[in-house]
């Protein structure tokens, strides 16, 4: 018990005391509830990833990217490099013991020796030391692994938000794919309406009914029809490579959905309070561990202008010969303990201490503008999620009053009411109409999407505190 007692006093006397200013969480510098937020749905965590996109073939194309996306790799690798720098960092408070021998032989001159005539002397050594272990009195090497701790944790942060970022850009890329197909097949649909109705004009045209003004307003629609098709056509084949490469790998041949956009839904959402997202965005988790990784620096700052005390120690055995090395006797210790106290050093440790304050300051402002950030962020979504669902209603109508207006405009062209031009207006609206219903469902779901990863999501409110 003693000897315990001893030992669990000298580590303490050895850990010495920090000098690092006590961390206090800044105040997050926003509003305490979002504009039109729903106060009941506060106490519901968010779902993983896989229950919030519920599309099979998106499940799929997810965990492809999880497995192969290189920059997801690269932040996977840079949290087990900041690991190994820790545990760098960390081993600097524990002694290194090593172990060594040597031997030395020397020949001296007669000229050399007190005898006059020529020696030969030898040593042989066998040690087992420590080399200039800097005693942590003033918290100075503690402070440095509490940096490279927070460093490592910001940097496991940091993979989760390109996780999520990642997630986010490949359901973002695949909707945009999905949305270009659609838009592409409207356009074939189109352009085969319009040349079903240049078709007639030419007939009619052809039979002294139509005019030449017709004919050449209706190819004038199949022309930018097919300008149209060429452009989507593009589009469709740059939206499938940007979402290649976000796989990191080749995907299978069908990526297409079997639900149109306008019946694809994400799992409910719970919006919760803005002091949820301390504990949620990964952004601000990992801003947060590198204002304390500052805050740690100022420690080591501090410290520095406090002596330094190495020890330097060993035991072991010399002899002047190799086969009584290990006899009685033989043994040997040393003992050296040294001190560096700064005196002079034109102001470097003042303006070290000076940086180091500075960059905390720094990390406090870059913690609260990312606080801000996600507030704004999130209350986007908030407000997208119910202005969106307003738009979507209203484009409805707008497609339904369109395929009205059209099948009455081709109704009175047949019956000799109207001109052709009446139809090809009625036909430009109706797919003006249909784009545009496409686009603003592609746009609302992209706002799921986004609002998914302004919350912080991929994680459960469970996994999260396992972490």
Known sequence: MKHTALAAALVAALTGCSL???????????????????????????????????????QSLISTALDNNRDLRIAALNVDAFRAQYRIQRSALFPAVDAGGGANRQRIPGSMSPTGDSTINSQYSANLGTTAWELDFFGRLGSLRDQALETYFASAQAQRSTQLSLISSVATAWLSLQADQETLALVRDTLATYQDSLNLVERRYNAGVATSLELQQARTAVNGAKVSLAQFERQSVQSRNALNLLLGAKPSANIASAVPLSHFKFADLPVGLPAHLLQRRPDILRAEHELKAANANIGAARAAFFPSISLTANAGSLSPDLSGLFDGGSGSWLFMPSINIPIFNAGR????????????????????????????????????????????AASDELVKSSVDYYLLADRRYSEGIDDQLAVLDAQRLLFDAKQKRITTQFAQLVSEINLYKALGGGYTDEQLAEQ
Do not use: C, M
């Not at 940086?355 to 997208?384: C, L, M, N, P």
């Open 20 to 58: 690092a200013p006590q961390y206090e969480q800044p105040s997050a510098p926003v509003a305490e509830q979002w504009q039109g937020a729903n106060a009941q749905e506060t106490l519901a965590a968010l779902p993983n990833w896989r229950e919030f996109f519920q599309d099979p073939v998106l």
């Open 349 to 392: 440790l003042r303006a070290n201490l000076d940086y180091s304050e500075i960059q905390k300051d720094i990390h406090v402002a870059r913690y609260e503008k990312t606080i801000q950030t996600a507030f704004q962020e999130v209350a986007d979504g908030v407000i997208e999620r119910t202005t969106y669902k307003q738009q979507l």
